[in-house]
Structures are given as structure tokens and as C-alpha cells.
């Protein structure tokens, strides 16, 4: 990005220190994303039938999530389901997708479930267990996750064969709580939900990033740091978002550390967009 070109000789960077995309690498251990990661390693452990992460847009989930997948060994078999769509029978063939099954074309719902089965027996058989993850699971129907209820039920009669971890915003705890939802409900061993980050976490987040990257851990000012905190409410997408912007502002104008005129100059340039505001808290 011509962005970090204009900023990382200026202040020292070996990298951008502020990317929007997943770094598990980049993880920063604030207390709620060690939760959540322990909530996600204590189910895949335990072998639980479903577990749960929620947060809202940005908060941080799939990069914990990402770190948990590089923690696995080949004893998982994982797969990913993303954006899945549909009632019952669609969300079965999105597993069996997922998991690079391919049943006769047309097959119908007996026949996808055989060969989900089979296939869940094989790995059992060779000493793997079976992981889906389902990322964005709020957009599910009460349907399919009511057959994704269904397909934990598969087990050797000691060990479940097949675990999911379901991965969506605040609309996915909302509607696991609903009445018709109760046996999903009750299958669910493990479930957090992550928050933003508080001011402290988030000026902590902020320094860790441009440590890492080879800067300095004091390149915005306290007032600086105090309103990114305001402006992102601790959503940690959005501050690597203004941050970034700030470097940018904060290198044209030779400013070091970055101040707090800075932060708001790109705020009201208008190039920083957050999306709504509702409760005090900032979304994308």
C-alpha cells in the first residue's frame, strides 16, 4: 500500500503496523481475546459438540480463531464453512463441500448424509477427529442450524466424531436463545462473546502494534491515543484503520510524536469512516 511507503522510513518501520488483514502473528493479548481463545482451545480439547465465539464486526474473532487453527495438529481435520445459506438439506451439502466430499451430482439427503458419515467413521478410524467451523453463523436459519444440531448427534458411542465452532456477531447469541432453539442450545458446551476494547486495552494494543512493526512505542501522544480510543470505541479493526490514516497525516506533516489535531484532521477530512454509532459504540 502507497500509504505505508509514506510513512515507514519516516518513523522507522520494518512493516505496516497497522493492516486490516488477520494476522494471527499480530494477536494482541488483551484479557478478552485470551478468554475467548482459551473458550475455543477448551472445546476443541474437551471434544465438545458445539462452541460458540461472538463479537461484534471488527472485535477480533477470526484473528483468534486463525491463531487457534496453527495451534492444531494433523489429530484435526478442519474445514470451513463461510457465508452458508439455506434450510437443512443445504446447510449438509455446505458441510460435505467444505470437507471436499463430493457426492453424485443430484444426490439426495439420505445419500449426503451417508457419505458425511463414512466419511466422519474413516477419519475416527485413523485416529482424526472432525472440526467445522462455521464463520458468519448469525445469517443461519433456525433450519439449518437445527440440522447442524442433528449431525453432532454422529458419534463412535464414546467419542463425538464430529465438533462445530460456530463464529458470528451478536444476532447469533441473540438467536441461539430462542425457544425452538432449546436442544441446539443445550448442545453448546463452550461460548464467549468478545468485546472492544477499553481505553487502557486499547492504548496497550496501539504501542504493542508499533513495537512489533520496529517503531516506537510513544509515535502518538497520549491525547492522541485517548481520542482513537473515543473515535474506534476500542474496536481494534477500526483502530488499525485511523491508525494507519494517522501515520500517513502524521509523516506529510513531519509530526512526531502524532498529536491529537492530527487524529481529528483525519476524522474530519472525512477519509476515516466507521459506519454507525449506536449505544456509544463504533461499528464498521
Not at 45 to 65: D, H, N, Q, Y
Not at 111 to 140: C, H, K, M
Not at 254 to 266: G, K, L
Amino acid at each position: 500500500m502507497l500509504g505505508g511507503d509514506i510513512y515507514q522510513g519516516f518513523y522507522g518501520f520494518s512493516e505496516r503496523p497497522f493492516t486490516l488483514l488477520p494476522d494471527p502473528d499480530a494477536l494482541y493479548w488483551a484479557d478478552g481475546h485470551t478468554a475467548a481463545f482459551t473458550v475455543l482451545e477448551y472445546g476443541i480439547v474437551s471434544r465438545a459438540p458445539i462452541t460458540v465465539l461472538t463479537g461484534e464486526i471488527g472485535v477480533g474473532k477470526t484473528t483468534v480463531l486463525r491463531k487457534l487453527l496453527e495451534q492444531l495438529d494433523d489429530s484435526t481435520t478442519v474445514a470451513l464453512v463461510s457465508n452458508a445459506h439455506g434450510g437443512r438439506a443445504e446447510m449438509l451439502r455446505w458441510v460435505t463441500n467444505a470437507l471436499g466430499l463430493r457426492p453424485e451430482p443430484g444426490a439426495d439427503y439420505v445419500s449426503l448424509f451417508q457419505s458425511l458419515q463414512d466419511f466422519l467413521v474413516e477419519e475416527y478410524a485413523a485416529g482424526r477427529f472432525v472440526t467445522v467451523i462455521i464463520d458468519e453463523a448469525q445469517n443461519l436459519s433456525v433450519e439449518a442450524l437445527e440440522e447442524l444440531r442433528m449431525l453432532t448427534n454422529i458419534n463412535s458411542g464414546k467419542d463425538e466424531l464430529l465438533q462445530l465452532i460456530l463464529v458470528g456477531q451478536s444476532e447469533l447469541r441473540n438467536r441461539i436463545m430462542r425457544p425452538e432453539l432449546q436442544q441446539f442450545a443445550q448442545r453448546i458446551v463452550a461460548a464467549y462473546h468478545l468485546l472492544p476494547l477499553d481505553h487502557a486495552a486499547t492504548t496497550a494494543y496501539v504501542r504493542f502494534r508499533l513495537v512489533r512493526a520496529g517503531g516506537r512505542e510513544d509515535l502518538f501522544s497520549d491525547a492522541a491515543l485517548e481520542e482513537i480510543s473515543r473515535l474506534t470505541a476500542g474496536v481494534p479493526r477500526l483502530i488499525n484503520k485511523l491508525c494507519e490514516f494517522c501515520l500517513v497525516y502524521g509523516a506529510i506533516n513531519e509530526e512526531d510524536p502524532v498529536t491529537m489535531e492530527t487524529v481529528r484532521q483525519v476524522v474530519d477530512d472525512g477519509i476515516f469512516v466507521t459506519g454507525f454509532i449506536e449505544s456509544g459504540k463504533a461499528a464498521e
